[in-house]
């Protein structure tokens, strides 16, 4: 009897450890898309910067950010949007390492 409600005991923990991944995996996924965001919406005012570096460095982080999703679903419409309008201007930009991560960034945000 006392085997039985050690392996009892046992199993019950494994389903609760398994349900605690599970929950863990999904509030990690949401601070992830969450912390994504708000770096999105910061960056989108850096693209417009004088400075070069900084114009470069957010292009890349953005197509880094986009990188890592399936789908921009979760960032909305409107902030797609934003940074489709903001992303093709930097397809003109006069630097061409800033030219190529706003390729980078905009291939990603043509199939949302």
């Known amino acids: 009897e006392n085997i039985e409600n050690i392996e009892n005991n046992k199993n019950k923990k ?8 599970k929950k863990q995996k999904e509030e990690n996924t949401f601070n ?4 994504s965001i708000q770096l999105v919406k910061h960056l989108i ?5 004088k400075n070069k570096t900084i114009r470069f460095r ?7 950010i986009f990188k890592q999703f399936d789908t921009l679903e979760d ?3 409107d902030l797609i949007e934003e ?5 093709k ?5 006069k630097i061409p390492q ?3 991560f706003a390729v980078a960034a905009s291939e990603k945000l043509q199939n949302s």
């Open 83 to 87: 940074v489709k309008s903001k992303i």
């Open 98 to 100: 800033v030219r190529q």
């Open 32 to 35: 992830e898309m969450s912390l």
């Open 45 to 49: 005012s850096y693209l417009e910067s």
């Open 89 to 93: 201007d930097r397809l003109k930009d």
């Open 75 to 77: 960032f909305g419409d």
């Open 14 to 21: 494994g389903k609760s450890n398994r349900n605690n991944n």
């Open 58 to 64: 957010s292009c890349q982080i953005l197509a880094l």
